[in-house]
């Protein structure tokens, strides 16, 4: 299976910034879109950042001019740099991938979301 391994929450004061990290696992895939979520405490989950093979991006709205979303193809990894931080912006955050993965012998190939199990970040004075 792919394996997403995210990194960087923590606690930060309003006006600070984090940057978050997510590392998929070497697998015979290729990744394709690029994303982080977030769900916040009594809230439903939603797109924050989202970036193409290609490196076309698109945010929420709430976060345009203060976050910024980067990927290493080689690495096969994204990043979310996250500035002037809110205390609304206080949530778990997911990275999803969307990929292409090698399922057989004869290299055929079926399309997958793969999920990280999320990291905390609060921001508070």
């Known amino acids: 299976q792919v394996q997403l391994v995210e990194s960087g929450g923590g606690l930060v004061q309003p006006g600070g910034s984090l940057r978050l990290s997510c590392t998929a696992s070497?697998?015979?895939?290729?990744?394709?879109?690029m994303a982080w979520y977030r769900q916040a405490p009594g809230k439903e989950r939603e797109m924050v950042a989202r970036i193409t093979s290609g490196g076309s991006t698109n945010y929420q709205e709430s976060v345009k001019g203060r976050f910024s979303i980067s990927r290493d193809n080689y690495q096969n990894t994204v990043w979310l740099q996250m500035n002037s931080l809110k205390p609304e912006d206080t949530a778990v955050y997911y990275c999803k991938v969307d990929a292409t993965l090698v399922v057989n012998v004869e290299g055929a190939t079926v399309a997958k979301e793969y999920w990280g199990s999320g990291t905390l970040v609060t921001v508070s004075a």
């Open positions: 070497r697998s015979r895939f290729r990744i394709n879109d």
